[in-house]
């Protein structure tokens, strides 16, 4: 059997870095992951809550933070930062101040910069949510799957892979399926492959979908 291992965390130091950026003593350590955790989940119901899109992608490409002791830095990387902008003008601010209020961080100032990319259906989180709005609205897993592959060729990508599992199109039996385009390494490291995984919610059940994205490298 392969050894299945986040090809993300199977790059780190080499083609891919940390979303997290702060140091904690041992006893301190999970209360700092935990407080990550919930901002990363708060600002994307902020998001989701105020942004008004036809499709239902919200553009949230990645999260960082980066903490010191008297500031918390959180750069939003973002595939459409233009719609957030219009629907809420003094959004960013808000989130801002709630965010400060939330984690009562009195004594650390909280700063929030959000950074456009440049081909956001290159990016596997926003692709995810593609599919997953599509598969919300009953359309079929195969058509979605091959959008999907359309929209990331437009982003000069070497290679795609998609796979959906679950109860796919409301079947009995829960299946897996996927589509391959291009190439994708997995074994080789110093190939800068992105990867997400996401979970949407149907009227049949949960579904699971995966995305590697080969960027460049070897």
């Not at 629907?87 to 601010?93: A, C, L, T």
């Not at 996927?178 to 990867?195: F, H, M, S």
């Amino acid at each position: 059997m392969g050894q299945k291992i986040n090809p993300i965390g199977f790059r780190l130091g080499t083609t891919q870095g940390h979303h997290s950026l702060w140091f904690a003593q041992p006893k301190n350590y999970s209360e700092g992951l935990q407080e990550d955790q919930k901002i990363r989940n708060y600002i994307k119901n902020y998001v989701q809550k105020n942004m008004k899109t036809s499709s239902g992608v919200e553009g949230i490409a990645r999260i960082e933070i980066q903490k010191r002791i008297d500031l918390i830095q959180i750069i939003i990387y973002m595939g459409f930062p233009k719609i957030l902008i219009e629907s809420r003008p003094r959004g960013i601010e808000e989130l801002q101040m709630n965010l400060q209020k939330e984690f009562n961080s009195v004594n650390r100032k909280l700063n929030i910069a959000i950074t456009r990319i440049e081909k956001p259906y290159g990016n596997p989180n926003i692709l995810a949510e593609f599919i997953a709005g599509q598969l919300k609205n009953r359309v079929s897993f195969r058509k979605a799957m091959k959008k999907a592959i359309e929209l990331t060729e437009q982003a000069d990508t070497k290679g795609i892979q998609v796979q959906i599992a679950g109860r796919i199109d409301g079947k009995e039996i829960a299946r897996v399926e996927w589509i391959k385009e291009g190439r994708v390494p997995l074994q080789t490291i110093r190939a800068k492959i992105d990867y997400c995984s996401y979970t949407v919610r149907t009227i049949y059940g949960v579904l699971g979908i995966k995305i590697w994205i080969f960027i460049e490298g070897e």
